[in-house]
């Protein structure tokens, strides 16, 4: 599977933008597709997913700003980010879990987000 993420760049506080990570490969095969993030200094962390059973669980960080959706027939994953704030500044990496023989973790190559306050 390969990930291929889109859509960062720099935003004034309280705006808005979407980044998009298109799949290709075994995409059947995805378990969960989503995003984490990784700020300067600090560890990557989870900020939202897509499960195969449809739950999509979100970082109590980003709740109620950021929405997560998938459409599987463009084999592409998007996080709708609103009320942007500057800790909201990462490297943005879409993430997919494949079920294959095992069971691996894929990564794109990141986009980058910085918020200006």
């Known amino acids: 599977v390969q990930l291929q993420a889109s859509g960062g760049g720099l935003v004034q506080a309280g705006g808005s933008l979407r980044l998009s990570c298109a799949a290709s490969?075994?995409?059947?095969?995805?378990?969960?597709i989503g995003w984490y993030r990784q700020a300067p200094g600090k560890r990557r962390e989870m900020v939202a997913l897509v499960r195969s059973n449809g739950l999509t669980p979100y970082s109590d960080s980003v709740k109620g700003r950021f929405t997560i959706s998938r459409d599987t027939a463009k084999n592409t994953v998007y996080l709708q980010m609103n009320s942007l704030k500057p800790e909201d500044t990462a490297v943005y990496y879409c993430y997919a879990e494949v079920i294959e023989a095992l069971i691996n973790d894929y990564w794109g190559q990141g986009t980058q987000l910085t918020v200006s306050s």
């Open positions: 490969g075994r995409t059947a095969s995805i378990n969960v």
